[in-house]
């Protein structure tokens, strides 16, 4: 019997049971738990109906889906995205790239199988009719890492306050060896780091990791003076929006022309890459609006994590809703942890569902995770030094009424962090 439905879905709870909710209902289904082979069996099997995931390893489920609906050979097969990343930009992008629906997980299971035997009725479908692996430990590199914050902030906005202790620029974060430096986004504080590299003339070479191309992650290319310098040189890494590739997002960044310094561009996917030598990068996507990616960088025996702009669900985490559990599998044991810590609890309240944390629930979920130090990042730009300061000593209280060892504190410009 041919196969009615191909489910495309890496996490293998929800994934199995999809498969079998739509078996038990007479449909001829395949669960396919790796992205990149999916294209291929589309192809093969001729589906009358593809259910994707949006965050998987590989090529997540709105790039496939663009990639089904542009290719002639599968641009007619149906599609619907289930997923628990459900931002109005997702849901909006599903559908304009074809999807027939877009499901949220975790879905109503009693009704989930009514629901895709619906959208394949108008094409005459029922049930029961015919229609990488790990790299070897890196050595050691020399020298120590001196971990700089340049900006962490929010965008800025006309309520921001005029001065303050905590910084007002955006997202920029790096990381010095003796022989490399690694560079976390592109907002606003990159101009600090590269006027300190036009100083020194250390480093004639940067490795940067953006996470994503909101304009407080990448508004510090446009004007960045070692760009227009041509002894310079630029390895830009981030993912693709399914319908704009990367060099053409970049080129957007830096307001349309690239600058005269030497620039690479490398795609990333959700894996790990062996990016220099000893220095491994894992890219992964996380729980906010766009294709936007987090990252674990290990460099001997240390591992730092970045990842900006994510959603906690925290103690509303429902069995379906496994981003928690994800990225707590990346971070487990970190070193050093960059994340979201957007938001106080009253506001995070206000702000649920917009791809941003609590400083709570950032700092409860690095003490379940057992991470050594936490850096709570992306506040809003509308918080005062004093809000700001209630805020680290609430979360310093809260590691120590439970007795607990983790180091938290809240970034600001030029905070140098040590591991």
Not at 12 to 21: A, D, K, Q, R, W
Not at 58 to 70: N, V
């Amino acid at each position: 019997m041919a196969t009615q439905i191909i489910i495309v879905d890496d996490d293998p709870i929800v994934g199995m049971l999809t498969l079998e909710l739509l078996r038990d209902a007479g449909f001829t289904a395949l669960l396919i738990q790796d992205s990149l082979k999916a294209q291929d069996a589309i192809k093969k099997e001729k589906p009358s109906l593809v259910v994707l995931d949006i965050l998987m390893p590989g090529i997540d489920g709105l790039t496939l889906l663009h990639h089904l609906k542009s290719d002639p050979e599968t641009k007619k097969t149906r599609a619907i995205v289930v997923s628990g990343k459900s931002f109005e930009a997702e849901k909006t992008r599903a559908l304009q790239y074809g999807a027939e629906a877009f499901i949220e997980k975790p879905y109503d299971v009693e009704s989930f199988a009514a629901q895709v035997a619906e959208i394949l009725k108008t094409d005459g479908v029922e049930p029961g009719k015919i229609a990488p692996p790990s790299l070897p430990e890196p050595p050691p590199p020399p020298g120590e890492l001196k971990i700089t914050v340049w900006g962490c902030r929010s965008a800025s906005s006309d309520v921001s306050p005029a001065m303050t202790r905590y910084g007002k620029r955006t997202s920029c974060v790096s990381i010095e060896t003796s022989r490399h430096l690694i560079v976390f986004d592109a907002g606003s504080g990159i101009s600090l780091l590269a006027d300190s590299m036009m100083k020194d003339a250390k480093h004639k070479e940067i490795w940067l990791f953006l996470t994503h191309f909101h304009l407080d992650h990448v508004e510090g290319l446009a004007g960045l003076s070692c760009a227009r310098d041509a002894s310079f040189t630029l390895n830009i890494s981030g993912a693709s929006d399914p319908d704009k590739p990367l060099d053409e997002a970049v080129a957007n960044a830096f307001g349309g022309e690239l600058p005269a310094c030497k620039i690479e561009i490398y795609e990333m996917m959700e894996k790990t890459y062996e990016v220099l030598p000893g220095v491994r990068m894992t890219a992964f996507y996380a729980n906010h609006p766009g294709m936007t990616l987090g990252y674990v960088l290990q460099i001997a025996a240390r591992k730092i994590v970045y990842c900006p702009d994510s959603e906690i669900y925290g103690e509303e985490a429902t069995a379906l809703q496994d981003y928690d559990e994800k990225l707590g599998g990346l971070c487990r044991d970190a070193d050093l942890l960059f994340h979201d810590g957007r938001y106080t609890e009253e506001d995070y309240k206000i702000n649920k569902s917009l791809g941003h944390s609590s400083f709570i629930s950032a700092v409860d979920f690095a003490e379940r995770n057992h991470i050594k130090q936490l850096v709570l990042v992306h506040q809003d730009d509308r918080y005062t030094d004093d809000d700001l300061d209630e805020m680290a000593k609430a979360a310093e209280a809260r590691v120590a009424r439970r007795g607990g060892t983790l180091r938290v504190s809240l970034g600001r410009e030029d905070l140098i962090v040590s591991v």
